[in-house]
T-cell receptor, first 114, second 115 residues
């Protein structure tokens, strides 16, 4: 089974709808992240969480919110989706124990907003 | 300013050729990490290598090798005897200790290996 899972894998929605993307991990990592990928722009950080009570905005947090329900779960919400939020969304986890910073990514969620 | 620059947007090579993907980074931290990830056509991001700022030893893993040079702020990735399965987008990333492990990704280099 995958260590980092994302649901749904694909979603098509309409402008103005509320959408939630979910991420779960079995790696036991404290740190979780949400990124979006757009063609030619690489990955950009939306939000990150170092533990359940610590949530931080990333580079492009406007229009998004997150919830860290447990160490293993980190959800991303689009309160009112708009077409320019069409992108590939990735969840990632990392563990800084022993200075290991490597981030491990989920399979991605492809979101289309019409 | 871009912290990680991958100037090569797209590269095409013929199978069995060697290819080097360039990565230049910018940081004021003395402690940082550099990474390479592979994104095949299926879309997932696969971790390839991590290097910390205190270790400039080059690394070889099979057909892959990495050349880390602090003097030029570069962390280049070479694939020897390329194969069609190497076709993917490759991302270089920087993590600074001072910013709490926030990753900065380059914009990626799309590699196509032609059979």
């Amino acid at each position: 089974d995958a260590d980092v899972t994302q649901t749904p894998r694909n979603r098509i929605t309409k402008t103005g709808k509320r959408i939630m993307l979910e991420c779960s991990q079995t790696k036991g990592h404290d740190r979780m992240y949400w990124y979006r990928q757009d063609p030619g722009l690489g990955l950009r950080l939306i939000y990150y969480s170092f533990d359940v009570k610590d949530i931080n905005k990333g580079e492009i947090s406007d229009g998004y919110s997150v919830s860290r329900q447990a160490q293993a779960k980190f959800s991303l919400s689009l309160e009112s989706a708009i077409p320019n939020q069409t992108a590939l969304y990735f969840c990632a986890t990392s563990d800084r124990t022993g200075r290991t910073d490597t981030q491990y990514f989920g399979p991605g969620t492809r979101l289309t907003v019409l | 300013a871009q912290k990680v620059t991958q100037a090569q947007t797209e590269i095409s090579v013929v199978e069995k050729e060697d290819v080097t993907l360039d990565c230049v980074y910018e940081t004021r931290d003395t402690t940082y990490y550099l990474f390479w990830y592979k994104q095949p056509p299926s879309g997932e991001l696969v971790f390839l290598i991590r290097r910390n700022s205190f270790d400039e030893q080059n690394e070889i893993s099979g057909r892959y090798s990495w050349n880390f040079q602090k003097s030029t702020s570069s962390f280049n990735f070479t694939i020897t005897a390329s194969q069609v399965v190497d076709s993917a987008v490759y991302f270089c990333a920087l993590s600074e200790w001072g910013t709490g492990n926030q990753f900065y990704f380059g914009t990626g280099t799309s590699l196509t290996v032609i059979p």
